[in-house]
């Protein structure tokens, strides 16, 4: 019998043959990785064609996935299947028509806004949120007709909210916490957990210290503890990982992610002046190396092996197995 | 025994539920479609946009092929599989790792240069013809990897040679005839004729009036012994149709075709200021209903079915089948 699959739901790290190498050595078969956080399409076409040159260099780590089978191929051949996503529907600029084009080139998750108002939804960091534009509407259509899965884990709640309503697929919230654990404003509400489990989604729990209760000083016992406690709302089969590992990125990434091009200050987002950089990943997550740290700490928290492997990743394949492909087929 | 595939080898028609309903009418398997003259890359993607739109409309008459396999499947539901073309390298603007990027985009043809200068190459109506620049030699040696036809039909002599002769797989002249029976800028010389022959490519003979000995009067007798005489040159199976229809199209359509954003002054290419629109096709190839009479021309012309049926889509399928994928699928 083949072991039960490792994927992680988000990482945005600086790749190398390194990290490569350490999602081998980690045994993570498939990782949904953001490929652009403010590009227009253009820029995320360099962006494709820089991952297209990874794959070319190093066919015996990683290749792109494009379905859940892809998963199997990778467990098969020993290699990380490679899903593409984007934080932020700048990459579809004002054009509907874009989005089976970048299903096409196998975009396969998309956020309908990255903290700020987009021309699709309302971002975290508003003050107010009118919930999904008249665009934002049709996008998500269009998204649930190819198979590009709906990510709010930027977006604000009203907006969260009606998106979980208005997509006739289950949707992501690929990278966050619950806010009863730790009062961020990118975790979220026990209402929108709510809604997202019951709508079939999936939330995937993120290890991005300003998302964890003490930050990098979050120990492993209360990030598991959170997780166990999240499984008794939600449902063990609805949580997964997502653990925005933003491995060796300069602190000049950080505020691309953040500030991109829409402000001539420094937007700090969920750090400060006084700490502006990437902050330091917990010691129980510092690369792909460390899964089995949280597969032991869920264990210790009192989950069951089944339990265990679901949230690994045996959520997240069955969620891409009937998400990746056109709704006709399902 | 399934009847032979009926494949033309290039149109830029104003396309539209009639003339794909004509493409049916007439039994068209497969069609290469132009979707780009002077096109940026994100100008591509919109064209892109608008065929998955005629795609999604008429599902029963259309769909996008991808390998030879779907002119296959075309024949088997009835409908005509469309394969995308540019007829100039601006797409890839000065990337080559657009390259695979259109390939998975479904791109399968890419002329060099059209009519100008390019990046890659020389086009025909240049007074000067350096042959391949740096980055031609490159980015032919990348189409060749992922299985993009190198397609010189509006390049220049030197830079056709040698783009036969650095290519490692077969390439192709889409559309256009011999210069010895009507001395065009855009026919080819024998020379070229010869070396495309002996390196295993393809010729698709074209009906457009600027490209035939007599423009729109040329009779369907002179055409056909022209195809018989470049047979004999050639070799049968290196000749196919590429008919460089332009059906319904505005004038304004031609001039764009000519002139770009280039010059600002009207560039009359094949035609003239006294007649500077698109020329009458011959009264025996009007539309795509139309390719019982070619047929018929060959036959009369003394070709036996077996030829006739190769010129017609069977070469262009052999063709399709070896150029579309990945070189290490070879």
Request: glycine fraction near 8%.
């Amino acid at each position: 019998m083949r072991r039960p699959p490792l994927i992680d739901g988000l990482q945005y790290d600086r790749w190398s043959e390194k990290i490569f190498r350490q999602l081998r050595e980690g045994g993570v078969d498939a990782l949904h990785v953001t490929i652009a956080y403010h590009e227009t399409f253009r820029e995320l076409a360099a962006n494709i064609a820089a991952w297209n040159h990874w794959f070319e260099r190093y066919p015996d780590l990683i290749f792109q996935g494009f379905s859940a089978d892809d998963v199997e191929r990778a467990q098969e051949s020993g290699r990380t299947a490679i899903f593409f996503g984007a934080q932020n529907p700048s990459i579809i600029e004002d054009e509907i028509g874009l989005v089976p084009v970048l299903h096409r080139l196998g975009l396969r998750f998309m956020q309908l806004s990255y903290n700020n108002q987009s021309l699709l939804a309302t971002g975290c960091y508003e003050a107010e949120d009118a919930g999904l534009t008249r665009m934002g509407r049709e996008v998500i259509a269009e998204m649930n007709r190819v198979g590009m899965v709906v990510d709010v884990s930027h977006s604000a709640e009203r907006s969260t909210l009606e998106a979980i309503e208005h997509s006739t697929r289950p949707i992501a919230i690929t990278h966050a916490n619950p806010a009863s654990w730790h009062p961020a404003r990118r975790n979220k509400s026990e209402r929108v957990l709510r809604a997202l489990a019951e709508s079939g989604g999936v939330l995937g729990f993120s290890a991005y210290p300003h998302h964890l209760k003490n930050g990098s000083a979050c120990s492993l016992d209360e990030f598991c503890a959170m997780i166990a406690h999240t499984a008794e709302l939600m449902g063990v089969e609805r949580l997964a990982l997502g653990t925005d590992l933003c491995q060796d990125q300069p602190d000049s990434v950080v505020e691309w992610m953040r500030s991109g091009r829409w402000t001539k200050r420094i937007d700090y987002g969920e750090g400060s002046a006084a700490a502006p950089g990437f902050p330091e990943m917990p010691a129980w997550f510092r690369d792909n190396r460390d899964f089995g740290n949280i597969a032991a700490g869920l264990r210790k928290v009192g989950m069951v092996e089944g339990e265990v492997a679901a949230i690994l990743g045996g959520n997240w394949l069955r969620f891409f197995a009937s998400s990746f492909g056109p709704a006709s087929a399902l």
